[in-house]
Protein backbone atom coordinates (compact mmCIF):
# COMPACT_ATOMS: atom_id res chain seq x y z
CA UNK A 1 0.00 0.00 0.00
CA UNK A 2 1.30 3.64 -0.75
CA UNK A 3 1.63 5.66 2.20
CA UNK A 4 1.98 9.64 2.00
CA UNK A 5 1.43 12.07 5.14
CA UNK A 6 -1.82 13.56 5.37
CA UNK A 7 -1.95 17.50 4.52
CA UNK A 8 -3.14 19.66 7.25
CA UNK A 9 -6.73 20.50 7.37
CA UNK A 10 -5.89 23.48 9.67
CA UNK A 11 -4.02 24.85 6.96
CA UNK A 12 -6.53 23.69 4.28
CA UNK A 13 -4.59 21.05 2.86
CA UNK A 14 -6.56 18.01 4.31
CA UNK A 15 -6.95 16.56 0.53
CA UNK A 16 -3.53 16.18 0.54
CA UNK A 17 -2.48 12.14 0.78
CA UNK A 18 -3.19 9.06 -0.88
CA UNK A 19 -6.93 7.83 -1.93
CA UNK A 20 -9.06 4.86 -3.12
CA UNK A 21 -12.50 3.66 -3.51
CA UNK A 22 -12.12 1.64 -0.45
CA UNK A 23 -9.15 -0.64 1.60
CA UNK A 24 -8.66 -2.97 -1.01
CA UNK A 25 -8.02 0.31 -3.66
CA UNK A 26 -5.57 1.32 -0.83
CA UNK A 27 -3.67 -1.91 -1.06
CA UNK A 28 -3.53 -1.89 -5.16
CA UNK A 29 -1.94 1.27 -4.82
CA UNK A 30 1.43 1.24 -6.49
CA UNK A 31 0.54 -2.02 -8.15
CA UNK A 32 -0.15 -2.10 -12.12
CA UNK A 33 -3.53 -3.18 -11.16
CA UNK A 34 -4.43 0.00 -9.29
CA UNK A 35 -7.62 1.83 -10.23
CA UNK A 36 -9.85 3.96 -8.53
CA UNK A 37 -7.40 5.50 -6.65
CA UNK A 38 -5.65 9.38 -6.30
CA UNK A 39 -2.08 10.40 -4.81
CA UNK A 40 -2.44 13.93 -3.64
CA UNK A 41 0.76 16.42 -2.88
CA UNK A 42 0.61 20.19 -2.83
CA UNK A 43 2.22 20.00 -6.30
CA UNK A 44 1.57 16.52 -8.04
CA UNK A 45 -1.68 14.69 -8.39
CA UNK A 46 -1.37 10.97 -9.49
CA UNK A 47 -4.24 8.34 -10.69
CA UNK A 48 -2.53 6.38 -13.20
CA UNK A 49 1.08 5.63 -14.40
CA UNK A 50 1.88 9.08 -14.45
CA UNK A 51 1.90 12.36 -12.03
CA UNK A 52 0.36 15.41 -13.27
CA UNK A 53 2.43 18.70 -11.77
CA UNK A 54 0.78 21.96 -10.65
CA UNK A 55 0.68 24.80 -7.97
CA UNK A 56 -2.17 24.05 -5.92
CA UNK A 57 -4.27 25.99 -2.96
CA UNK A 58 -5.83 25.24 -0.14
CA UNK A 59 -9.34 24.34 -0.31
CA UNK A 60 -11.93 26.72 -0.12
CA UNK A 61 -15.47 26.04 1.44
CA UNK A 62 -13.88 22.46 1.45
CA UNK A 63 -13.51 22.47 -2.53
CA UNK A 64 -10.61 23.01 -4.92
CA UNK A 65 -10.14 22.64 -9.00
CA UNK A 66 -6.50 21.71 -9.60
CA UNK A 67 -5.18 22.48 -12.91
CA UNK A 68 -2.37 20.63 -13.74
CA UNK A 69 -0.39 19.40 -16.67
CA UNK A 70 2.13 17.15 -17.11
CA UNK A 71 3.55 14.84 -20.15
CA UNK A 72 -0.09 13.37 -20.76
CA UNK A 73 -1.14 16.73 -21.19
CA UNK A 74 -3.08 19.49 -19.53
CA UNK A 75 -6.09 18.24 -16.82
CA UNK A 76 -8.25 20.05 -14.93
CA UNK A 77 -9.80 17.99 -11.51
CA UNK A 78 -12.48 19.18 -8.85
CA UNK A 79 -12.53 18.04 -5.63
CA UNK A 80 -14.43 18.32 -2.95
CA UNK A 81 -13.38 17.33 1.29
CA UNK A 82 -17.01 15.92 2.68
CA UNK A 83 -14.88 14.79 5.82
CA UNK A 84 -11.39 14.11 7.34
CA UNK A 85 -10.94 10.62 5.50
CA UNK A 86 -13.49 10.87 2.58
CA UNK A 87 -13.01 13.42 -0.69
CA UNK A 88 -14.63 13.27 -3.87
CA UNK A 89 -12.39 13.20 -7.50
CA UNK A 90 -14.91 14.64 -10.10
CA UNK A 91 -17.53 13.57 -8.38
CA UNK A 92 -16.36 9.96 -7.59
CA UNK A 93 -15.92 9.11 -3.69
CA UNK A 94 -12.46 8.10 -2.13
CA UNK A 95 -11.11 7.27 1.29
CA UNK A 96 -8.20 8.27 2.80
CA UNK A 97 -5.33 5.24 3.19
CA UNK A 98 -4.03 4.66 6.40
CA UNK A 99 -0.97 1.76 7.51
Known sequence: MALAAPGSTVEGYGYVGVWAKDAAGC??????????????????????????????????????????????????????QTAPDAITVDGAVLVRCSP
Open 27 to 80: AAVGTPTATDFAVITVSTFRNGPSALFGNFKKLVDGKITLKMGGASGQKTVAIE
